[in-house]
């Protein structure tokens, strides 16, 4: 029976279709109460939700099915993740949807802020034509203070390097060689940020530490005319006291997108024209609302599938310093193991992992826990992790090796699977840098693999993709993307069609029926 999935609050149709696509049976239902989702979350076993949906002690307890819970998007305050966590729940987010977004944002709020553009905009369509009222000031050779150098930190700092700012950070979680990397010189306590500053712009999660960590004392440390921008969390400025200094204009101006008691319709700092605010957009982009549903359907159908799940927040096996350096490449290794799972009968006796470029100097356990989880997904064997892989490798008569390489052949990266019968491996690039298979048995190759493929090898020979396009239409399965591989020393081609449509065994045969010299053919789901 198909696992179902509840989504509760309105996510991209992209990944309503993902989901669908992994063969889940999806519910969409919008605006539930906490007392509605009590009487109906014992039937699912997957939960989707934003930030409006109460998933509460009270409703975990009653979740007798439940397995997973996404948040498409980056906060889970309205998650009991305490209670989720008891209950073996696994939480999940999509954090790095939105990142590009919140960073561009950032640097809009600055320019805006910098240049008066919301007030000469006001003043224009109220009929006036007064340039001289909006002087502004460069941010060329101005020093920003940043609060926070993690993913969004980091790209604020890559884009305004780009328009020439001198940058300062204060982070105490992020390493030397990171700020190095980004050009940023890191401090070790704010009060000595503060006088330094021109612009101040921060990307740091509401916590007890930085709760109230602007009030009266740091805005009165502050330079004459800072300007400051904030795209993070309500609650790390005090803004009654913001607004004494920004009355005074010892704040030049601010951009806020974030006000504390949201929605906010009444806040000290409406009375200031310098004060430029929106309501919480940051992350309102076609873009990221995309990927955040993507990344979440994704995830999810993960972890119903008994993968890992790459952003758990409550039982990740993945540190977070891995995660952030090579997640995508775990995700690909636990992609390439499905899909040797599914071209094997039985447990392969023989795996060897091999990183190549970039990745030789990765840490080949966890790229290897992820693809022994993908080939060992399809049994009940419990978490793997990079402690105990070897440990489940042993336990299932597999020897597990691991290698690297500098040279990864003309690519920045790639990994490569191998087994005693089959070889698969691929890399990532692109916009989105998405895992493309580039070697299959052998084979040359680039695809991106979809949800559904068949896989098949067979003599060459003129007209045999018109008889399994043929077929397939009339079964309405529609071909996405395909490539066919050749070796110079084999007579064989090999096919990889990425399909949409059902597909029973019926069709299988028919098609092993239908080609002439047919080695083998594989349906393959990810």
């Given amino acids: 029976m198909a696992h179902r999935v509840l989504v509760s609050d309105e996510i991209d149709a992209a990944g309503i279709s993902v989901l669908k696509t992994r063969g889940l049976d999806v519910d969409v239902k919008l605006g539930l109460t906490e007392d509605d989702l009590v009487e109906c979350i014992g039937n699912y076993d997957g939960l989707i939700v934003r930030s409006h949906t109460p998933v509460t002690r009270r409703v975990i307890e009653v979740a007798r099915r439940l397995r997973v819970i996404g948040r498409a998007g980056v906060s889970i305050d309205n998650i009991d993740l305490e209670a989720a966590t008891e209950r073996g729940i696994v939480v999940c987010n999509a954090p790095n949807s939105n990142i590009m977004s919140a960073a561009e944002y950032a640097m809009a709020l600055i320019l805006a802020a910098a240049r008066n553009v919301p007030q000469a905009n006001a003043s224009m369509h109220a009929g006036e034509w007064t340039p001289g009222a909006f002087k502004g000031c460069e941010l060329y050779e101005k020093t ?20 020439g700012m001198n940058l300062i950070a204060y982070d105490p979680y992020c390493s030397k060689e990171r700020a190095t990397t980004l050009g940023v010189e890191l ?60 009355a005074a204009e010892k704040i030049r101006a601010i951009g806020f997108d974030v ?125 793997v992790t990079g402690q105990n892989a070897e ?58 693999p979809a949800a559904q493929s068949l896989i098949m090898k067979y003599v060459d020979a003129p007209g045999r993709m018109g008889v399994i396009g043929t077929i397939l239409g009339d079964a309405d399965v529609n071909i996405t993307t395909m490539q066919i591989g050749k070796r110079e020393d084999s007579q064989s081609a090999v096919v990889y069609l990425n399909i949409e449509g059902d597909v029973d065994e019926a069709l299988i045969e028919q098609i092993r029926a239908a080609i002439p010299d047919l080695e083998n053919l594989w349906f393959v789901r990810l």
């Avoid at 929106?278 to 979440?296: L, N, S, W």
């Avoid at 775990?330 to 071209?343: D, E, R, V, W």
């Avoid at 690297?404 to 490569?416: E, P």
């Fill in 144 to 163: 920003l203070a940043i609060f926070g150098l993690g993913r969004v930190g980091g790209l604020v700092a890559q884009r305004a390097a780009a328009f």
């Fill in 187 to 246: 401090y070790e306590d704010v009060q000595d940020m503060l006088p330094l500053a021109d612009f101040i712009t921060v990307h740091m999660p509401k916590t007890a530490e930085t709760t109230g960590m602007f009030g009266p004392e740091q805005f009165a440390a502050m330079k004459d005319g800072v300007i400051i921008v904030n795209v993070s969390r309500s609650g790390i400025f005090d803004e009654k006291s913001m607004a004494d200094f920004v």
């Fill in 259 to 383: 006000l504390e008691n949201e929605p906010c319709e009444d806040s000290v700092l409406h009375e200031f024209p310098n004060a430029v605010l929106t309501p919480h957009i940051g992350a309102v982009t076609a873009e990221a609302q995309r990927r955040a549903g993507v990344q979440i359907a994704t995830f999810v159908a993960q972890g119903l599938a008994g993968s890992i799940v790459p952003t758990a927040v409550n039982m990740s096996n993945v540190p977070p310093e891995v995660m952030d350096k090579y997640g995508q490449y775990l995700t690909a290794c636990q992609m390439m193991g499905k899909i040797l799972s599914q071209l094997e009968a039985d447990v392969p006796q023989r795996l060897a992992l091999t990183a190549y470029g970039t990745l030789a100097s990765a840490d080949t356990s966890m790229l290897l826990a992820s693809a022994l989880k993908g080939i060992m997904a399809y049994k009940n064997v419990g978490a």
């Fill in 391 to 448: 440990a489940v490798a042993q336990r299932h008569g597999i020897e597990a090796t691991t290698a690297s390489q500098v040279n990864a052949g003309g690519y920045d990266s790639m990994l490569a699977l191998e087994t005693e019968a089959n070889s698969i491996a691929c890399t990532l690039y692109g916009t989105d840098r998405p895992a493309r298979i580039i070697s299959l048995f052998g084979y040359s190759f680039d695809i991106e």
